[in-house]
């Protein structure tokens, strides 16, 4: 299955010195898989990681629910055959206040150092923007090393991870006598509309999130080979009654001497102070039955971690048993399109305003990112206008400024206006209102994406 449509494709393309830029097939992913696996390892080209040549390998030769077997761009040097550089294209759905919009995300980017600074990354990060417009696509987006995908259009403007953390000690103990009155078991596929129900409601937590159907679940619960680096084991928590009160998702190792949870729901009814004790219990309890995610010997339990985001219900349950908080790093983010987008989710912008100080605004808003910039236009309260503009002069154009990319921090609630203008000098407001009027469009609020992979 090739997802991209055929006649937006420029490949294969002929990029000189022998180097040609084609499509993957089928038959690259032996050899795809172990480039990945050694490009990509913590511990260098000569121990490669088999956990990422599992993940290239699954991408390619199991039926995935977004993603086809054409999705990945190649760099070859014909003159020896080997793959040099490559990346793919993940395709998703996200939501933006409850509206879905497509994102293509790009993934496992990299080129042999001998090949590097030709523009390989760049001539293919170009070719899947055009797959990725072709599908409708509004954004994309990556996790990364940092800075490095600025230089093809992105900015970091989306919170990325960030938890809790605690000890051996602070894993709370059932008292003597009493039995546990919540029970983690593994999830089966009769268990999979329960949890794609629980965790569509814990999303409406968020301004941003992934849109998991049940085919995804599906391929998350038994699509993955054992040892792809993306296989999450997912439960189900059960009362001591046998009744569904939430559900768990684990990565398959252990993160050194640490067992995380990377998701965790509860359904409505149940109490997170009482169910979360039985959780951390689960955690320590694993940690002894998960393969260890280090190289060298593996250590006794050390630590677990809620990475659940910046915030979740969980570390409001136990304050005092997570003492260590985990700053989250930034997804890369790309708008083509920005007027766009903001049309497309102009009813959330609306409801945000008809909530504020600012209900039944009217009135113009110019926005200069210096080399261009967005105008508009309100009408008791309704967004009527968003078209791209032009600032003339440059330097003090409209009724507020955002250099380069930085608007988009707002806009996906990974910084506020007040931070921003913080951080850069040249981000301003002309007067109060105008303040006012971005801070109701654009609140702060942290996001955790739970992308498909």
Request: proline share 7%; charged share 20%; aromatic share 12%.
């Amino acid at each position: 299955m090739t997802l991209s449509p055929e006649n937006t494709s420029t490949l294969p393309r002929d990029l000189g010195d022998g180097l040609v830029l084609r499509r993957s097939t089928i038959s690259d992913a032996a050899a795809l898989g172990d480039f990945n696996a050694r490009i990509h390892s913590d511990e260098g080209w000569n121990k490669p990681d088999e956990r990422l040549d599992a993940w290239t390998r699954d991408l390619l030769e199991r039926p995935h629910p977004t993603f086809g077997s054409g999705d990945y761009t190649i760099v070859e040097d014909t003159h020896t055959g080997k793959i040099v550089s490559s990346l793919n294209l993940i395709s998703q759905t996200w939501t933006y206040g409850g509206i879905p919009f497509g994102v293509g995300r790009p993934e496992l980017v990299g080129t042999l150092p001998e090949y590097r600074n030709r523009g390989l990354v760049r001539a293919q990060f170009e070719e899947v923007h055009r797959w990725s417009a072709a599908r409708g696509e509004l954004v994309q987006a990556i996790t990364g090393i940092p800075y490095y995908y600025r230089l093809f259009g992105y900015e970091m403007a989306v919170t990325l991870g960030g938890g809790r953390t605690g000890y051996a000690p602070h894993v709370p103990s059932l008292p003597e006598g009493q039995a546990e009155a919540f029970n983690v078991r593994d999830a089966g596929e009769t268990d999979l509309a329960f949890i794609c129900d629980l965790y569509a409601n814990g999303c409406q937590r968020y301004p941003l999130a992934c849109v998991w159907t049940p085919e995804l679940w599906q391929y998350e619960l038994n699509g993955k080979s054992d040892k792809n680096v993306n296989r999450y084991e997912l439960y189900v928590i059960e009362s001591a009654a046998g009744e569904p009160a939430g559900f768990l998702a684990t990565p398959w190792f252990t993160w050194g001497d640490c067992m995380t949870a990377k998701r965790y729901e509860l359904a409505p009814g149940f109490s997170w102070a009482q169910v979360t004790p039985a959780v951390l219990r689960f955690l320590r309890a694993a940690y002894e039955t998960h393969p260890w995610g280090m190289p060298g010997e593996r250590k006794p339990f050390g630590y677990f971690s809620l990475g659940l985001g910046e915030d979740h219900p969980a570390y409001h349950a136990m304050p005092g048993h997570l003492p260590r908080k985990n700053k989250p790093y930034a997804w890369y983010i790309r708008v083509a399109d920005l007027a766009g987008f903001m049309r497309h989710v102009t009813p959330v912008l609306e409801q945000r305003l008809a909530n504020s100080v600012a209900a039944g605004h009217t009135g113009e808003l110019r926005l200069t990112f210096y080399h261009d910039g967005l105008r508009l236009v309100f009408n008791q309260g309704k967004l009527t206008t968003v078209e791209a503009w032009q600032p003339v002069p440059q330097g003090h154009s409209g009724e507020a400024a955002f250099p380069e990319l930085t608007f988009l921090q707002l806009l996906f609630g990974y910084r506020s206006l007040e931070e921003l203008k913080y951080a850069f000098a040249d981000c301003w407001t002309d007067n109060d209102a105008t303040h006012v009027l971005l801070d109701a469009l654009f609140p702060r609020q942290p996001s955790d994406i739970y992308p498909v992979a």
